[in-house]
């Protein structure tokens, strides 16, 4: 049987296009961030990017999954910029995005703008409307991508996410229903402990776990920690392994690590599946070459 490739980028931070001053940004976090943005800019080029993006479409992968971080300050223009580099990657029905941390930086022009990206966030099912609420479910082939949401606004110097109760039961509800596939879990923030400090996880992550390790999930992938991650913790029927990339713009000779993207492989293996994770990056020539090749199960 041909396997599903499954490609898994995040935290792009879309260079922001022109902004207008507003007023309600000077007693906001957008303020803050944009001194942030201004020390911190030259760790995410665009050129990078766009390499990363032309490799992946070289490969042709099935589908391709991005968790968060596409914009810097949750501005109206930047989720229109985003959306308008969305519809550069192919079909939306192709791609799926999870929304992260900086996509709801504050309340207003946050979270309430995901509808902007609403061909990219999910398929309606009935009686669960695709928007505006999460989980979201995509089918495809052999997969089960049940796409979360930890995206909220914080106070300043935090980074942090939060999933709900309501969202993390509609999300096991989900994953016992779509039992016997390769279930995906898609989330912005790292669901195991230690990846990030305090100020930047995911302040729910532990009933994240404990849904997860009653309803079963094959893999889930993860971002915001701009760096390469493979944790795991225990499922009904084994390990589930977490799995986190790098800033996909983030250029070689940086603090963070410099940009990959996942390729994984998934074919049904008797009972059960094979995967396996191909990992391509930017090396410190600025090439973009396979620096790694594991079975995951």
């Not at 990017?49 to 968060?68: E, F, M, Q, W, Y």
């Not at 995901?114 to 999460?134: H, K, M, N, Q, V």
């Not at 084994?238 to 713009?249: D, E, K, Q, R, W």
């Amino acid at each position: 049987m041909t396997a599903f490739r499954l490609a898994h980028l995040s935290d792009p931070h879309l260079p922001p296009p022109p902004l207008p001053f507003r007023l309600g940004d000077l007693a906001s976090k957008r303020l803050l961030s944009r001194f942030a943005w201004r020390r911190k800019r030259h760790r995410h080029a665009k050129a990078v990017l766009d390499a990363v993006t032309a490799d992946l479409a070289a490969c042709a992968p099935d589908h391709l999954a991005i968790t968060g971080d596409l914009t810097n300050f949750a501005t109206p223009e930047e989720f229109a910029a985003a959306r308008a580099w969305l519809g550069t990657l192919g079909d939306p029905s192709a791609v799926t995005v999870s929304p992260g941390n900086h996509d709801a930086l504050v309340g207003a022009g946050g979270a309430a703008d995901f509808s902007a990206w609403t061909p990219w966030l999910g398929d309606a099912e009935p009686g669960f409307p695709c928007e505006p609420g999460f989980p979201k479910l995509r089918v495809r082939g052999p997969v089960a991508l049940v796409n979360l949401c930890s995206a909220v606004p914080t106070s300043l110097h935090l980074a942090q996410g939060r999933l709900g109760r309501a969202q993390i039961e509609r999300a096991a509800a989900l994953l016992r229903e779509t039992r016997g596939l390769f279930r995906v879990v898609l989330v912005h923030h790292p669901v195991t402990p230690g990846m990030v400090s305090p100020r930047k996880s995911m302040t729910d992550a532990a009933d994240l776990r404990a849904a997860l390790a009653a309803a079963g999930a094959e893999l889930v992938l993860h971002g915001h920690a701009h760096a390469a991650l493979l944790s795991g913790f225990a499922g009904p029927d084994g390990p589930i392994p977490v799995l986190g990339v790098p800033s996909a713009s983030t250029p070689a000779g940086m603090h963070d690590q410099a940009a990959r993207w996942n390729e994984i492989e998934i074919a049904r293996d008797g009972a059960g599946f094979r995967a396996i994770v191909t990992v391509r990056g930017v090396t410190a020539g600025g090439d973009l070459e396979t620096l790694g090749r594991y079975e995951l199960c």
